[in-house]
């Protein structure tokens, strides 16, 4: 569809006036005059009675005048704004809104009533409770819980420990995971967490975290025997990748279904029994290039049939679904290369949501970092 540029003729006072209201809401003028236009059309055209202002003698009317040129390096983007609506415009204003305004708000609308808050609060303190009962417990889930509860998620050690445990399970080459090592290990105070806990899992992790933490940070510690220094400079990484490997693989299972889809839809058997419902989501990043966005699809295809014959006819709300993320199916999934996606991947997402919908079974688009929301939108 062709497009026409129209223009009038303004007074410096009203084009300051203008650049300001834009500058509000980290706009450009340009934004602004072409949102104020689709918004004064709609009301037009639903019939509004719209009040008319007096226009300044200083301002000549043009049907089709010169705009004057300005330097703006971002102008093009500008120009291809789609319209929006009163509501997408509310979502483009919020955009980096400050933490400040926003939570307030937010806590305002997750308020519950007092009958519905003090439910919330008993079940909460029940789950609480039967955890806490739980840290003996035998077997792999005893062991995992055992873990989590020594080393705090609140504690620099914690999430150093999460982010390791989830990295490791996506990372397949070794130097990869030991630099990964390296960097997260290192910097844990491990020592602090010695002989505290009753779980011999636990300390015996927390002992092969110490001495890596000692070796990678300090080769030359000065309690260090010899003998074990000449052990380590033989083995060192691979002894490091297997005693952090075994720990947080263990740990990486309480949170990731399986390694495949066929191992994640067995593993999901039992709690489906029991009412649980799963969303399967492929771990993965960004496509960098096409060869990525063809191997994800690959990936997301095979997952659909998978999941789809274990649905067996369940239906969207009764059976498992899959989850699909934008970017790994395109190489440049970014506002600057707004129609090459709509060119190239819709028809991507397309196929993929028939061959989803002809199991019956749910597809939920993963949400994207926050300058990608507009496009995913």
């Given at each position: ?38 918004n004064y059309l709609e009301q037009l055209e639903r019939g509004d009675a719209l009040p008319e202002f007096p226009?300044?003698?200083t301002v000549q009317e043009s049907e089709e005048a010169t705009v004057e040129e300005l330097h703006q390096p ?304």
């Amino acid at each position: 569809m062709g497009t026409t540029t129209m223009g009038v003729k303004l007074d410096e006072a009203t084009r300051d006036r203008i650049r300001q209201a834009a500058s509000q809401i980290d706009r450009t003028p340009h934004w602004l005059i072409k949102q104020a236009i689709f918004n004064y059309l709609e009301q037009l055209e639903r019939g509004d009675a719209l009040p008319e202002f007096p226009l300044q003698a200083t301002v000549q009317e043009s049907e089709e005048a010169t705009v004057e040129e300005l330097h703006q390096p971002f102008l093009e983007f500008a120009e291809h704004i789609l319209p929006q609506s009163v509501t997408r415009s509310a979502i483009t204003a919020a955009w980096r809104r400050p933490e400040t305004e926003a939570v307030p708000m937010l806590l305002e609308q997750a308020r519950l009533p007092q009958p519905l808050a003090q439910q919330t609060q008993r079940l909460a303190h029940q789950l609480a409770s039967t955890l806490r009962h739980q840290k003996g417990a035998g077997g792999r889930a005893g062991m995992v819980q055992s873990l989590l509860q020594e080393f705090s998620l609140s504690s620099q050690e914690g999430v150093a420990l999460m982010c390791l445990a989830e990295a490791l399970l996506r990372i397949p080459d070794k130097p990869t995971r030991d630099a990964l090592i390296r960097d997260k290990i290192s910097n844990g105070n491990w020592q602090s967490h010695l002989g505290r806990s009753p779980s011999m899992f636990v300390n015996a992790a927390t002992w092969g975290l110490l001495f890596t933490g000692r070796l990678v940070s300090t080769h030359n510690e000065a309690n260090l025997s010899r003998s074990l220094n000449r052990i380590i400079g033989k083995s060192g990484e691979p002894l490091i990748r297997k005693g952090v490997d075994m720990a947080m693989r263990l740990m990486g299972e309480q949170f990731v279904t399986g390694e495949t889809i066929a191992e994640a839809l067995a593993n999901a058997r039992k709690l489906e029994e029991k009412g649980f419902r799963y969303s399967y989501d492929m771990l993965g990043e960004a496509a960098l290039t096409k060869k990525d966005a063809e191997a994800y699809l690959l990936s997301y295809q095979q997952a659909i049939h998978a999941i789809g014959k274990a649905s067996n006819g369940r239906g969207i709300y009764e059976g498992p679904g899959i989850s699909i993320k934008l970017s790994a199916l395109h190489p440049r999934y970014s506002r600057a290369q707004y129609e090459r996606v709509m060119n190239e991947l819709y028809p991507i997402l397309k196929s993929l949501t028939l061959l989803a919908r002809s199991y019956d079974i749910g597809i939920n688009i993963d949400a994207e970092e926050a300058d990608r929301l507009e496009l995913s939108l």
